[in-house]
Structure formats: C-alpha cells, structure tokens
C-alpha cells in the first residue's frame, strides 16, 4: 500500500500542459421560501488531466453540491448564481441542456453516492449499461452488446457476459457499484467524478474497487473528482486535496502535505478527530481546573492516566459479566412455496465481557454481528447455545425478570435517524424508559431527565425540542442519554457513530469513555470500522460469516493479527499506515 | 490562487476569518421548539385553499345546526300557484315542481347531506383505524382474518351494497344511511392505516421501545399509531366528500333518506321531472352538493401536503 501512495504522489501531470477543469469562484445557492441559502461560496480549484483531486469535508460542507454544480445536476431548487467552472477551457455554467447532454457521460462521467438506488430495478444490468453506450456512442446493434460486455468486464465484473440478463437486486453493493464505475466510465470520458463511491461498502470490497478505477484512470489518463469523508482514502487515492467548511475552500493543497502538516484550524481539527491504526485507546483525563477532556491522547505518561488503564485491567481480572457460549441463530427463509432455507446467521459463537472494559465486535455487512447484539439483548431467540448475565441464564426471560433484565441491558441503535419517534420531544423521549418501569414521580423523571442531558453535554432546553430539529450526533446523544436512564450495567451499541462526521463521531467516542469512567459502564460495541474498534476497544472479536475468527485484546489483534482475514481486514483500511500530523 | 502554469497546486490556506469555526455539531438554542403537527399547521396556515376550504366548511357546518338563521321561509309550505316559478323577492333562487322555496330546501337540506357525511366518516375512520392498526401491528392470523373480511366488503361497490341493504331496511334515517355506507367503506381506512402501521411498526424507534422494556400495546398507542395516522385524516376528510356524494346518490335513486327528511338528493331526484322546463331547480342543489364536496376535497389536499413528511421534505 505504502507503494501505491508514493506511485500516486509522484505522477505530475506533464509540464506546462493546460487544466482539464478549472472552477472560479463558484457559487451556489438553493432557491427556498426566504431568497437563496448560498451551499457553496467562492469556490476555486484546478485540476490537470490524470490527476487526482479530492474534496473532503462534513456532511453539509458543500463538496457535494460542488460536484454536482459542474455536471449540472443540481438537486431540487439549486442554481448556480455565480463564478465559472471552465472544462478545457469552456464554461460550462453557459452551456444549454443540449450540449450540456453532450458533455455528460462522453466527456465528464459519474459515479453517484449510493449504489443500491442508483440503478433502475426494473430493468436489467445489460440494458442499463448498453443504455449509457448508446447515449455516448455511435454505436448501435451487435457492438452494444460486445462493448457492454467489456465495459463490465473493465469495471472488474469477470463473468459479464453470463450476468447481463441479471436484475440489480441480484447483485451485491459491491457489484452494483462496479456496474456504476463502469456506467461513468464507459465512454473514456476525461473527467470522472465519483461522489463517495464507496462509502457504502466494506473495507475489503472498497479497496478492491478503489485499485480497480486507479487502474483504469492510470491506463486512459482519467482526471478524478473523488468526494469524500474519509481523509484516510484521500491520503492514499488523491494527489491534491481540497477541504471544505460551510461551503468555502479552507485548504486546498498536495493532499499528503496538508495532512502530514494541516495549517487551517479546521483541517487540523478534522485530522485530529480522523481515527487510524495509529491511534491509541482513548482515556477519559480529567483535566482539575474543568470537565474537558483531552481527544485522542496518545497514550501519555500521565500518571492519572496510567491509573485509569490499571484500573480497568484489575476490573478485566474478574469475572465476566456477560458471557456468551456456543450461541448459533438459524433463520428460515421463506422460498417460493413452502421450502425454506436456512441461514446461519450467527454459528456457534462465545466469548466473554469483563465488568467496565469495551468488548468490539468487528465484521463486515452479513458477518452476524448484529445478530449477536439482538440475541444478548433478547430482541431475538436464540436457535441454541447459552447467555449468561452475572452467571444467570437469561434466554426465555420472562415478565417481571425480563424487565429487569432490560434495565441493566440498553442497547444504542445505529441511525440516529430511526431511531427517536419523530412525534416525541426530547424530554418525553428521554423519559419513556422511566415511565415504562415507573420509576419515580413525575417532578423526579424531569429532574433525571435534565441530569440525563447533562450527561451528554446538551443544553437544559434541548428537552423540548423535536428529533427533526437535531443533527445526527446530537441526536445520538439523545439516544445515549434514554439508554442510560435507567442505570444500566451494559450499554449494547450497534454502529452507534457509524452514520457520524469524523468530528461528530470523535466526539461521541469521547462522550462515551467519559461516562464508562464515570459510570463504570460496560460496552458492547458493534461496528464495521476497525479504526473505531482502536480508540475504543479493550477486546475484540473478529467475526466472519456468523462465526467469531479472532479474539484477542484490541493491541494484540492490531498489532500482531494472526487470521488471515483479520490481516486483511486491517490492510484494507485506506491511509492505514499514513501518519497524519496531529 | 493555483497557478495556472504547473500541475503541482500550491498550498492553500483560507484566512480564518473567512470562515470563523463554530463548536463542533452546534445546537442553536435560540431556535423555537417545533413538533410535526405545529410544522404542518405552519405549512396549512400559508395556504389560502385551507382558508377557503376550511370557511367553507364551517359555513356549512352552521347552517346544518341553525338553518334558521339562513332562511325565514319555511322549506316545507309550498303552494302549487308557484310551481317552478321563477326568483321574486324573498324567493332568490325560485320555486320547486312542488311550489316548494328552492333556497329554503337547500339550507334545510343541509343538515341530513352533512349528518349523513360526518357520521359516515367518524365510524369508518374510527372502525378502520383500529381494526387496520390491530392488523398491521399484531399481524398474523388476525391480520389474515381481518383482512380477508376486508377485501370482502372492499369488493362490493359502496353504492351497490347499500341499495341492496337499503332496500330491506324499513326506518331510512340518516344515521341508517350513514351506517350502512360505513359498513361497506370502512376496509379502504383500515388497509391505509395497516399500510402505515406496517412502515412505524418496523422502524428503530419501535425497536428501541421495546429494548427499553415498553409493553407492545403501549408502543401501539404511544408510538406507532400517532406516526401512522396521518394518511387516515388525510383520507377521512377526502371520505367524507365523498359519503355526501353517497347519500346524494341513494336519495337520488330514491333508496335514500326517507320521504319526511330533506336532503339535497332528494331534491335533485325530485327536479328531474322539470328538467327541461326549468333546469334551474336541479341547479342550485347540485351547486349546494358541489361546493361542499370541493371543500372537504381541497381540505384533504392542503392536510396531504402539510402531513406528507416527503412533501415537507421538498419545501
């Protein structure tokens, strides 16, 4: 990997030669009830042909709308209300409909963000693709077929021939993904801009995609416009970077550069909170003179600190709290008529979870992690196999003793955006839990309800809100705040910073260590993201089809992984290696 | 700022000025607290159709409970010297075949069209909402059940079944018609509100209640119910044009209200006879029909748009 990045670095594009792209002052704006809410101010940026460029920012920060202002497909009331975006040298925000259809897909492709809306259900994968053929090309007849099939075939889809009668539902993200890369590439165009291509997709799948289109634009000398979140993957894919804040540029640059060295507050905040193999656990370190705690410390010297890790190995040294043994799940699909199928979802699978440590279980989509959280929190029966909570079995819990149960067990969901009931305000979300196991009177719920949004760091006000009015991470502190209402022991977190902007997450990440020191909390954490597992993590499993591969302490599976798969779970993660300047 | 004459981009750094830093995921804790309903009362308020539709309606509304105040003349003294006769003062809109004021019988009409229509719509909204609901939520064998029964009455058309019915039936008030046109409408609500309970059911926020250790019919009522019962309002008050419409048609056919209550039916079937000669009796009723229809119609519409959350999303 390390090759690749300074393969990458090192390609200039030929001396003295012209910009494919170059963007002036771009402005945008969206057209709402009270006049135009500017989303990109002033934008500029230049990009040769071959190079690579990406755009990184948080969700809102505008690099999205300014990729789409240069194809012209702006969402909704968007318009581009001033500045130029010049391709070889024409402006393209002038171009009419027509030749703007001409410039799209022949000369500037498109892979859009979400790979399992973006092709068309009701008509196959062949067609699809022969449809942007026929659109870029002369062709038509029998060479539509051929140039689908080695379109497909590019993009890394082997058996293409044999797949193009196929339905989109048929295949998997990964694949669905390749068929759009191919779609926006194939009509050799000069510019492809891939808006978060593989945000979608598990590590293993993402690199594998990732070398692919950098094969392909190495060998046709395809500009790319990558939009993304992920600093590691523009550490590694992109040549020069942009950052982007509130719709302006703050930096812009070579993108190693930048983040070996971040000049503007924001990026280094952004580099900062960007999680990596490199970092270490976090530790709550209560500064004396105030409550704020540090971010990331990489394992210091402070001896508080030192006491806080001993103190949770001590606590490691007993016995567990929850342990799991031999657990498998079948589900029965449903087939047509009445044959089912069966799906192992989760196979024979134990391990165990010492009182106030964080036990991760990594895996990528369908490995069966969150099957595991919805089996210990009874959401679901086990097919066989044992849960113990404090040495009690707690499968078929019923009543009275299921209750109980719930209330030292509580789990935090992944989509802060499911996961509260739109028609509740926060107050009484928060409270639900207190009301449900009638818990104090109503003055001692409203009291706990504002010590609760304490505990997350939010505003006494924020309890009348509505979920609508809340950001994502805020909202994940809502659900933070109803899970530990009721004083639980274990805290069942299901890709609970998943769906977060790197800073939102990190900041999560914090709120969540501060209250296991404090609380002496026990965490389970499910996620995809190997970099989280780091900061946060003392053990880890590892699970792959429904079974557990490797167990092991968190600096044990990093640093010296012994599965194969786990190894290639970790090479996996773009810029792994990358020391970014913190 | 890039140089336009090498690849390698010089190192950009924006002045911090520019675009000062806020703390990070930011809460302005000056904004006003907004719940879903207040959001779409704001996006009705803005609309001049939910004034027209909803003045409309409550025009109506009045003068189903105190025609008297609408009119002095009494709908039922009639004299045949009048008999389709044309306006004069004090009879602006004419006289029936009967001699009857055609002004007159429409207010005093109005009371059983807008019985007939409200009751209808109560009992189906509230029948189906519940029924749909237990069905969505519990599902299996009870929504197989329930369902079925369903698509039974679903398939007899509202109009037809009720003639059948109605024709067996000897006492034709109008909380009779209003019943007997819920009986066979009331599977339309019940499939919308099991089609929403279906989507609530299966979302986090369920999920999380019941991990909390909610009960499940607590869940129904606090959680899944009032996410699913916007497309019911919706269709309860584009329903309760139509049940008019429905009772209008039964009287029409003369299977509908009895012959000692006025409706505006009724008097429709009853000015066929004068048609060509004097069009203008069948007019002003079916006008009087019309505009109460289009109210509850265009009510439906702002309610759809304003509760829509897609349509919300859009704005």
């Excluded at chain 1, 999560?508 to 954490?525: A, P, S, V």
């Excluded at chain 2, 505006?264 to 060509?276: H, L, N, P, V």
Aim: hydrophobic share 45%.
């Amino acid at each position: 990997m390390t090759q690749l990045v300074t393969e990458t670095v090192n390609k200039t594009p030929p001396a003295g030669s012209e910009p494919l792209l170059e963007v002036r002052d771009l402005e945008v704006g969206f057209r709402t009830q009270r006049g135009i809410v500017p989303a990109v101010r002033g934008v500029s940026l230049t990009l040769y042909p071959g190079q690579t460029l990406a755009i990184v920012g948080e969700s809102g920060s505008g690099k999205t709308t300014t990729a789409q202002a240069i194809i012209k497909l702006l969402a909704g009331t968007g318009q581009v209300t001033g500045g130029q975006i010049l391709f070889e040298g024409r402006d393209l925000t002038i171009l009419n409909a027509t030749d703007m259809q001409a410039v799209r897909g022949r000369e500037i492709g498109y892979v859009p963000q979400d790979p399992m809306s973006n092709l068309n259900p009701v008509w196959n994968i062949g067609f699809q693709v022969s449809e942007a053929i026929k659109a870029n090309s002369g062709l038509r007849g029998k060479p539509v077929r051929a140039r689908t099939i080695e379109v497909l075939q590019e993009a890394g889809l082997a058996d293409a021939a044999d797949r193009l009668k196929q339905y989109p539902h048929q295949f998997s993200g990964g694949m669905r993904q390749r068929v759009l890369i191919g779609i926006g590439l194939s009509a050799r165009p000069k510019l492809l801009i891939a808006d978060e291509p593989t945000s979608a997709l598990d590590v293993t799948v993402q690199r594998q995609i990732l070398d692919h289109l950098a094969t392909l634009t190495r060998d046709y000398g395809t500009s790319v416009l990558f939009i993304t979140h992920d600093l590691g993957l523009a550490a590694e894919r992109a040549e020069q970077l942009v950052v982007m804040y509130k719709g302006k540029i703050v930096e812009s640059g070579p993108s190693q550069e930048i983040l070996a060295n971040p000049q503007h507050p924001y990026t280094q905040r952004l580099v900062a909170a960007a999680p990596s193999l490199a970092s270490r656990r976090i530790q709550a370190k209560k500064n004396e003179d105030g409550p704020a705690t540090e971010i990331f410390s990489a394992g210091g010297t402070d001896t508080a600190l030192i006491q806080r890790a001993t103190d949770r190995e001590l606590a490691a040294s007993g016995k567990d709290l929850i342990s799991v043994e031999g657990i498998t799940k079948m589900y029965r699909i449903r087939k047509s008529g009445l044959r089912f199928d069966e799906l192992l979802a989760v196979n024979d699978v134990s391990f165990g979870v010492k009182k106030g440590t964080t036990t991760a279980i990594v895996g990528e989509s369908g490995s069966g992690k969150s099957t595991v959280a919805k089996l210990i929190l009874q959401l679901e029966g086990l097919t066989s196999g044992r849960i113990e909570f404090e040495g009690r079995d707690v499968a078929g819990l019923k009543g009275r003793e299921l209750l109980n149960f719930r209330r030292r067990v509580q789990p935090v969901f992944q989509d802060p955006y499911g996961s509260l009931d739109p028609q509740y305000n926060v107050g009484n979300t928060i409270a639900e839990p207190l009301l449900a196991h009638k818990v104090g009177t109503k003055r001692e719920r409203q009291k706990r309800v504002l010590q609760l949004l304490d505990q997350v760091s939010l505003p006494a006000s924020t309890q009348f809100r509505y979920p609508s009015e809340l950001s994502g991470g805020q909202r994940q502190r809502i659900a933070i705040a109803r899970a530990l209402a009721l004083k639980p022991d274990v805290l069942v977190l299901d890709e609970a910073v998943s769906a977060l902007d790197v800073l939102v997450q990190g900041q999560i990440l914090n709120l969540l260590t501060e209250l296991q020191t404090d609380l002496g909390l026990t965490y389970l954490f499910i996620t995809h993201d190997l970099a989280v597992v780091r900061l946060v993590a003392d053990n880890v499993c590892v699970m792959q089809k429904g079974r557990i591969v490797e167990a092991s302490s968190t600096d044990d599976v990093f640093d010296n992984p012994r599965e194969v798969y786990t190894q290639e779970l970790l090479a996996a993660i773009p810029g792994a290696n990358f020391e970014f300047g913190r | 700022m890039p140089s336009k004459n090498q690849g390698a981009q010089p190192h950009f750094v924006a002045a911090l000025e520019d675009t000062p830093l806020v703390a990070i995921d930011h809460l302005d804790e000056t904004a006003k607290a907004r719940s879903t309903w207040a959001d779409a009362w704001d996006a009705m308020r803005r609309r001049p159709a939910f004034w027209i539709s909803s003045g409309l309606i409550l025009l109506i509304v009045a003068v189903a409970l105190i025609p008297g105040w609408f009119s002095s003349v009494s709908p039922t003294q009639c004299q045949l010297s009048d008999s389709n006769g044309v306006p004069q003062s004090g009879h602006p809109l004419g006289f029936t075949f009967q001699g009857c004021d055609v002004y007159a019988r429409i207010i005093f009409g109005t009371s059983a069209s807008v019985t007939v229509g409200m009751l209808a719509a109560s009992i189906v909204t509230l029948f189906g909402l519940i029924v749909g609901a237990l069905a969505g939520y519990y599902g299996g064998f009870l929504d197989a059940v329930v369902s079925r029964i369903g698509d039974i009455f679903f398939a007899v058309p509202t109009v037809l079944g009720a003639i059948v019915l109605l024709s067996v039936l000897p006492d034709r008030t109008p909380v009779v018609i209003a019943l007997v046109i819920s009986i066979f409408a009331w599977p339309q609500v019940a499939r919308i509100m099991r089609g929403a309970v279906l989507t609530a059911r299966n979302s986090d926020y369920v999920v999380a209640s019941v991990a909390l250790g909610v009960s499940k019919f607590k869940i129904l009522v606090r959680h899944v119910v009032p996410n699913a019962i916007a497309p019911v309002i919706v269709i309860a008050t584009v329903s309760l044009g139509t049940f008019i419409v429905a009772e209008a048609t039964l009287s029409f056919l003369g299977i509908g209200l009895g012959p000692g209550t006025m409706s505006w039916g009724r008097d429709i079937g009853e000015a066929q006879t004068s048609i060509r000669t004097s069009p203008q009796v069948l007019l002003y009723p079916s006008i009087a029909l019309s505009l109460t229809v289009l109210a509850f119609l265009m009510l439906g519409d702002v309610l759809r748009d304003a509760l829509d959350p897609q349509a919300r999303a859009r704005r």
